[in-house]
């Protein structure tokens, strides 16, 4: 047969089946069961697929960042003319990996371009199975924080099964590693084939309160980290107090950082200044890691640049939509460096804001919402006009925001549908900037769908959630 055999063919027609009847039922995206089936059915259905695509794989992963340095790098790659296969929508587990390969091929598993690379976004316990599976040329580690406790454990967990990653690569991939991280630095220490580091720290002066850090002691000697400054939890310039191992000097690094309206403007060593129309500086490591990768894969200058200039936020991530007048910034906060990231860029802005706090405690999210104590909702307190709670843990939402000095809610809402009539009824011209869990946000994204909302990013209506 053309493609592994009946199994496998019988796998493929299977996902392509789900995927249309998905579509054409308007019941999402097609971006999970398809490859659900077809690994059911041919458990190497993902190694087949992939090993046809002449330009390899490019795997990212990490605890934050992971869909939009995905998002950055395939901009980069469509400027140089490059053939991607990606699994845009972040459904980063294997089966999203399955979904986006069979859509990729034509009914005989032949892919459509065979000079395609596979840019895939992957979990971090979804990174052995995918580097078995697809044999990466390069793989990108963009940081490492406490998300989910209850389904990763703590982050030397996550550390570990990626140090058991490492024999699975082929020995020339490269490794991106974020020298700001020593937990991702660490990785190094397992690996004797070609790393590039990138790094903002030479950008980013130390955060007032960088919130607490994961990244305490040293692996190779048991000494504590010292820090020169933290921007982040334990992001920034960092020493082992007992074998003075440091953060590498970096081939990719920013110099400076221009925040603007629009978004910023790096200053990166080799390229000049560059247009970022994403807010947020944690954008700014997002964009060196796929400016890193784009350097491991020889893309050229212009098309780096032409890339970021082009890039416009993920569902989710910093996106504006507008629901019948109503303005609304979407930000997956799912761990407490991310939420208080996106707390910091709420507060470098003018004037006072209006936020909301929708919290979920399914298994996607992490049962135990214990997280969001360590969260620093208490920087916002006094610019806070208006806020309100919704999710399924609500109430204990409404109680964090309360002990953070924050106005009582104007609605606490479990369901999205009451949830977006709370913020309806109350109109005003500043948007509402809505912090989320990740299975809020797909709820959220479901009733934004049926509401006709338009995303003001593309300026079409929001799709329904993926599935």
Request: aromatic fraction near 6%; glycine fraction near 12%; charge should be positive.
């Amino acid at each position: 047969m053309a493609f592994g055999g009946p199994r496998l063919l019988l796998a493929l027609w299977v996902a392509r089946a789900a995927a249309a009847l998905s579509s054409g039922l308007r019941r999402g995206g097609a971006t999970a069961l398809p490859g659900l089936l077809a690994e059911r059915i041919a458990p190497v259905f993902v190694a087949s697929l992939g090993g046809r695509l002449e330009g390899g794989a490019v795997l990212i992963t990490g605890t934050n960042g992971k869909t939009t340095t995905a998002r950055l790098l395939a901009g980069m790659l469509d400027a140089a003319g490059r053939p991607a296969v990606h699994n845009r929508e972040g459904s980063n587990l294997t089966r999203g990996i399955a979904s986006a390969l069979a859509a990729a091929c034509d009914w005989r598993g032949r892919p459509r371009d065979r000079r395609a690379l596979a840019l895939m976004e992957t979990d971090e316990a979804t990174l052995p199975a995918a580097a078995r599976a697809l044999r990466p040329r390069a793989v990108a580690f963009t940081n490492l924080f406490r998300d989910q406790l209850d389904r990763y454990g703590e982050v030397d967990g996550v550390a570990a099964r990626w140090r058991q990653t490492l024999p699975l690569l082929p020995p020339t991939a490269t490794l991106v590693l974020n020298a700001d991280d020593p937990s991702v630095a660490e990785l190094a220490l397992d690996w004797s084939g070609p790393v590039h580091w990138y790094s903002l720290a030479g950008a980013r002066a130390s955060a007032s309160s960088p919130g607490p850090a994961d990244a305490r002691w040293c692996r190779a000697c048991g000494g504590a980290y010292r820090y020169e400054s933290r921007y982040a939890a334990h992001l920034g310039r960092w020493r082992c107090s007992g074998c003075g191992r440091d953060g590498p000097v970096p081939e990719t690094s920013a110099t400076a950082i221009e925040t603007r309206p629009d978004g910023l403007v790096l200053t990166v060593p080799g390229l000049g200044e560059l247009d970022l129309p994403l807010g947020g500086l944690y954008n700014a490591g997002n964009a060196l890691a796929a400016i890193a990768l784009a350097r491991v894969l020889d893309l050229h200058a212009a098309d780096v640049r032409a890339g970021l200039a082009a890039a416009r936020p993920a569902f989710g991530r910093g996106e504006f939509v507008d629901l019948g007048g109503r303005r609304l910034r979407l930000l997956l906060c799912k761990n407490p460096a991310g939420a208080s990231e996106a707390l910091r860029l709420v507060e470098d802005e003018d004037g006072d804001a209006e936020v909301a706090f929708v919290l979920n405690d399914r298994f996607a999210d992490g049962r135990d919402v214990s997280w969001i104590w360590d969260v620093d909702f208490e920087r916002l307190a006094g610019r806070v006009q208006r806020c309100w709670a919704g999710g399924g843990r609500a109430g204990d939402a409404a109680l964090r925001l309360r002990y953070a000095g924050w106005p009582a809610p104007a609605a606490t809402a479990g369901s999205p549908a009451a949830f977006l009539d709370a913020l309806a009824g109350l109109p005003s011209d500043r948007p509402v900037t809505v912090l989320l869990t990740y299975t809020a946000l797909l709820d959220l994204r479901a009733e934004l769908s049926r509401r006709g909302a338009v995303s003001e990013s593309s300026g079409t209506r929001i799709p329904a959630a993926t599935s």
